[in-house]
């Protein structure tokens, strides 16, 4: 990489300065923002809908739910939390490293927050087999459901397998979207210039981290 | 300057998370009765705020940018809100606690 190529927007290639249904590049990047908000709005309607209906089963089944809770993987899931915080904290360096023109530190800091990203997966991996050890397995299938007949029991695990799978997807995509800007930042197709880029796939991660930060205390704390 | 990445709001709100992820853990281990479920989420609730607010910069778009997540919040309180309303006021709730059936013999 020649020195010259941060401050250069002809080597940006056809992606700059900016689109050119766009006034200017703040213009697109504005709408850019704006659209993954709006998207994001509705996965917050998606998620939260999966939130009412665990609220609700807790109000109406709060036994089984508290013994379901303190029966959980409590350090591999509080461990995952850290996990997925520092990858956020290792993302929002990342894009301001990029708006300064260090895009090697950038690369470094959106590689650090997909390995972790891949960290949270396998201790999630871990987490789902020895659930499946103990014989838990969603619908309320297993040998778990025999000895604990109650219902109530199958609600809580039926919805830890969908809200924590519907999450490790949306990790995975993260993961995906993260891989595919780096791949610009390397090849040095996404740089300060257009940075706003980075921007949306980081919102995208930190709202996957918002989502774990309630699923952490619902499902394994309180 | 330019050695300066980092924004201090972005320091400063990765150490709050961390602290905050700490205080949680660390309280779930304090028999707080009842109050446990409430304490967790309100700590739950200011990292996100956090996280939106700084790391998501929220906290410095214009308004109708924030609207999109207002409105997604507005909506989640009236399904929250009406879904708490039946659950209250229903006679007998649809799903009853499990009795098992006397043992026959």
Do not use: C
Request: proline share 5%; no cysteine; aromatic share 12%.
């Amino acid at each position: 990489m020649t020195t010259a190529t941060h401050h250069e927007p002809a080597a940006i290639g056809h992606e700059a300065p900016h689109l050119e249904h766009f006034e200017d590049l703040e213009k697109q990047a504005h709408a850019s923002r704006l659209g993954m908000w709006i998207f994001l709005a509705t996965e917050v309607l998606l998620f939260g809908g999966a939130f009412a209906l665990f609220a609700s089963y807790q109000v109406v089944f709060p036994e089984a739910f508290r013994y379901s809770i303190h029966h959980n993987a409590k350090l591999l899931g509080s461990l995952n939390t850290g996990v997925l915080l520092v990858s956020s904290i290792f993302v929002a360096a990342a894009v301001h490293a990029l708006r300064g023109g260090r895009s090697k530190l950038a690369a470094w800091l959106v590689t650090a927050t997909m390995a972790l990203g891949f960290a949270f997966l396998g201790i999630k991996s871990i987490e789902y087999s020895r659930h499946f050890a103990e014989g838990i397995f969603p619908g309320g299938v297993g040998s778990f459901f025999q000895e604990h007949r109650g219902p109530g029991f199958p609600e809580f695990w039926t919805l830890y397998y969908g809200m924590t799978g519907l999450h490790a997807i949306h990790v995975t995509i993260g993961i995906g979207v993260l891989a595919f800007l780096l791949a610009g930042i390397v090849r040095g197709k996404l740089t300060h210039v257009n940075s706003h880029r980075l921007d949306i796939g980081a919102i995208y991660w930190h709202l996957v981290d918002v989502i774990w930060i309630f699923l952490w205390p619902l499902f394994y704390l309180a | 300057m330019s050695s300066v990445a980092f924004p201090r709001s972005v320091t400063w709100t990765g150490v709050a998370l961390i602290a905050l992820w700490l205080a949680s853990f660390g309280l779930s281990f304090v028999d707080l009765g009842d109050a446990a479920l409430v304490v967790a989420l309100v700590i739950a609730a200011v990292k996100a705020v956090l996280v939106v607010a700084f790391f998501m910069e929220l906290a410095y778009e214009p308004f109708p940018m924030k609207l999109a997540l207002l409105s997604a919040a507005a909506m989640l309180a009236i399904l929250i809100a009406l879904m708490a309303a039946d659950l209250v006021t229903r006679d007998t709730p649809p799903l009853l606690p499990y009795r098992a059936p006397a043992p026959q013999s």
